[in-house]
């Protein structure tokens, strides 16, 4: 079974051991960092929840020969959660913090996301840095086809398990149970903790995690493949984390965002072989990341 802890404390074990490269690549056993020549903006990215470096790389298609349009990523070994502590935003972004300044990388244009989990952490991260009004104050968010709402996330899981249609949608269903009883207990019995861990609860409308995000660009992308979904693991819409996203969207819009989107993709979720698969780095279409981070 996949480790569910991990201590905020060991971000800082390696980040003073980092090997500089002429070519501008710094890579650690946490973060690998891409430096472009010429920066225009920065690119932080959060993996999804049993994934790393290698992962994002190998997945995320649109990373490829970035730093030669400007822009310099800082790819992230931070996974295994579905939330943080106040005591891991605060870990998180000092962190961050000591590896933009030992590499002097300009604090200014920072856009913050993540896959699926990571997606998560983007969120819960940058709504903290606005929050506390920290050196690090990201432009923009990303989040890629992430579950949002720990509650319907957890009722979601017991749902997997009790239609036994898919073996890989069981096994993620007991795990997630096991791992939210053993964390946060059942939401039937502690909805106030998954109204503080959770980037956005559908059931109460809170915006208690999104609301020092609604004046920085954000783009929330999924591919709500309906026919993929029901033929391989019979969910509807409203069992999508793209159900969670819509709901996070609207939310935002009545708090006043104005530089939010929400993206439906259609036939873009593939993984790094081909295979089809609409939960995916790959929902992201290249040059339009592009164009949105550096207009």
């Known amino acids: 079974m996949i480790q569910t802890k991990r201590f905020a404390g060991a971000l800082f074990a390696f ?11 710094i890579k650690e056993k946490l973060y690998e960092l891409n430096i472009a020549p010429k920066q225009k ?8 929840f049993p994934c790393n470096i290698e992962n994002t790389k190998n997945e995320a298609q649109f990373l490829k020969n970035l730093k030669q349009e400007g822009i310099t990523t800082l790819l992230l070994n931070y996974n295994m959660k579905l939330y943080l502590s106040e005591s891991e935003k605060k870990e998180y ?17 920072i856009f913050i996301g993540g896959f699926s989990s990571g997606g998560n952490l983007a969120l819960l991260l940058s709504n903290y840095l606005i929050q506390t009004k920290n050196a690090i104050q990201p432009k923009g968010l990303v989040v890629v086809d992430s579950p949002l709402d720990l509650e319907r996330l957890y009722d979601g899981a017991q749902d997997d398990v009790k239609k036994n249609v898919s073996e890989e949608a069981v096994e993620e269903g007991n795990y997630l149970i096991q791992l939210f009883n053993d964390d946060l207990g059942n939401p039937k019995d ?13 059931s109460s409308d809170s915006k208690v995690n999104i609301e020092y995000v609604k004046d920085i660009k954000i783009r929330l992308y999924c591919e709500p493949d309906l026919e993929w979904y029901w033929t391989n693991k019979k969910r509807t819409y409203e069992e999508l984390n793209a159900f969670h996203l819509e709901k996070t969207y609207h939310s935002l819009l009545n708090l006043g965002a104005e530089k939010v989107e929400f993206i439906k993709t259609s036939n873009r979720g593939f993984d790094g072989k081909g295979n089809k698969k609409p939960h995916s780095w790959n929902l992201i279409e290249r040059e339009d990341l592009i164009k949105w981070i550096l207009n």
């Open 93 to 109: 972004s000092l962190a961050l913090n000591s590896i933009f300044d030992r590499n002097k990388i300009a604090k200014e244009n």
């Open 15 to 25: 980040l003073f051991f980092m090997n500089g490269h002429a070519n501008g690549l």
């Open 190 to 202: 502690n909805i106030e903790t998954y109204k503080k861990m959770s980037p956005y609860l559908v």
């Open 41 to 48: 903006a920065v690119l932080i990215l959060f993996p999804c």
